[in-house]
């Protein structure tokens, strides 16, 4: 399929703050199926966590690969947030529905997503276990060694290797979901056109991307209880920023 060109708008570096105000509205408008969404999400990341403490070399990687697959996770509170828009009462059901509803090029993007989370794994499985000899048991072990025993520098570059990780997949699914569940479109365009979006509106994203980091660090550290409210409230200000950074009019809508 031949790459279809997305207009890209700018906005201003602030934007991102009313990204989140708009998703709290949205929020506080469908609170149930919002919220039990966010406690799926955070379910499956406490059951992720337990497996990780039973395999600690899984650890690092699996909490921090949990987060990567984070974009596809909102499929059905972007769902809910157009439904809003056009006035409708979302319910619970259409959460699920837009799970079944699942293109193609959304499938193909979930796998994507889940295949980089999982190769996130391995590495840092393999990096731990050859270069860390101290004991890691626990959230709270690992936290000790990344601020008080690193001296190796072990630490700092699967840092360094997972922002860079992080800020590829970012770029590459910044809009890109939402776009695939509202429009009729290919996935490389869709990829494309968020990587566009990040590249044309470099201060506000990289603004949207702390916004994000800050909101999921706050969830970890509530041993993902947060992610209950996060994932929520990210998932329809990230809707919304979908709708101030693309014009995707020219698009057929999705059925």
């Known amino acids: 399929m031949t790459t279809q060109v997305v207009p890209i708008r700018q906005v201003a570096p602030t934007r991102p703050l009313h990204w989140l105000a708009l998703g709290w509205r949205d929020f506080r408008r469908a609170a149930w199926p919002s919220g039990f969404h966010g406690l799926v999400v955070a379910t499956g990341g406490v059951l992720i966590l337990a497996l990780a403490f039973q395999f600690t070399a899984l650890l690092p990687g699996a909490v921090s690969g949990f987060v990567l697959v984070g974009p596809i996770l909102a499929t059905g509170l972007y769902d809910i947030s157009r439904r809003l828009a056009t ?35 391995l590495v840092s499985v393999v990096l731990f276990g050859l270069f860390v000899k101290a004991p890691i048991e626990s959230l709270y072990a690992f936290v000790r060694y990344a601020v008080q025993q690193q001296g190796d520098l072990l630490f700092g570059l699967w840092l360094l290797a997972g922002a860079l990780g992080g800020a590829v997949v970012f770029a590459a699914t910044a809009v890109s979901v939402p776009l695939l569940l509202d429009r009729e ?8 056109t968020s990587i566009r979006a990040v590249g044309d509106n470099p201060v506000a994203m990289t603004v949207w991307a702390i916004v994000i980091m800050l909101a999921t660090a706050l969830s970890l550290a509530t041993a993902m209880l947060g992610f209950i409210f996060v994932v929520p409230i990210i998932g329809h200000a990230t809707w919304h920023a979908y709708g101030d950074l693309v014009d995707s009019s020219a698009l057929p809508l999705r059925r």
């Open 87 to 121: 006035g409708q009462t979302p319910r619970l059901d259409h959460v699920f529905g837009a799970w079944k509803k699942g293109t193609r090029p959304l499938i193909w993007l979930g796998v994507l997503l889940m295949i980089a989370g999982t190769l996130w794994v």
């Open 185 to 192: 479109t290919d996935l490389r365009s869709a990829i494309l």
